[in-house]
């Protein structure tokens, strides 16, 4: 069974940093695309922030968090990473991962089969 759990996130100050990360178990990163989502507020639209593709060559990132974020992952740990920099309070949400069976990076959130449980993002002073 499919499973995807994140980690990583909390309280940090505006310019501040964290790392998200994301267990995978159930299935291989060779074979899927993994993205981040979040959700700013209860009842707004979840919003793609990045996706690295399964051949891991590829990654996409929404306008929002260019220059600001990074994803990676580590295919022997089966962990994908989400680098967060220069945070902002409009950062400040839930952010899940999900996975794909679609070889490119994609931040269309129907081409995503499987979600995390999300972990919580808030930036504030």
């Known amino acids: 069974q499919s499973q995807l759990v994140e980690s990583g996130g909390g309280l940090v100050q505006p310019g501040g940093s964290l790392r998200l990360s994301c267990l995978v178990s159930?299935?291989?990163?060779?074979?899927?695309?993994i993205g981040w989502f979040r959700r700013q507020a209860p009842g707004k639209e979840r919003e793609g922030v990045s996706?690295?593709?399964?051949?891991?060559?590829?990654?996409v990132y929404a306008d929002s968090v260019k220059g600001r974020f990074t994803i990676s992952r580590d295919k022997a740990k089966k962990m994908v990473y989400l680098e967060m920099n220069s945070l902002k309070p409009e950062d400040t949400a839930v952010y899940y991962c999900?996975?794909?069976?679609?070889?490119?990076?994609?931040?269309?959130?129907?081409?995503?089969?499987?979600w995390g449980q999300g972990t919580q993002v808030t930036v504030s002073s």
């Open positions: 996706c690295i593709s399964r051949s891991g060559s590829t990654t």
């Open positions: 159930g299935f291989t990163l060779d074979y899927h695309a």
């Open positions: 999900a996975a794909a069976t679609y070889p490119s990076a994609t931040l269309t959130e129907s081409d995503f089969d499987s």
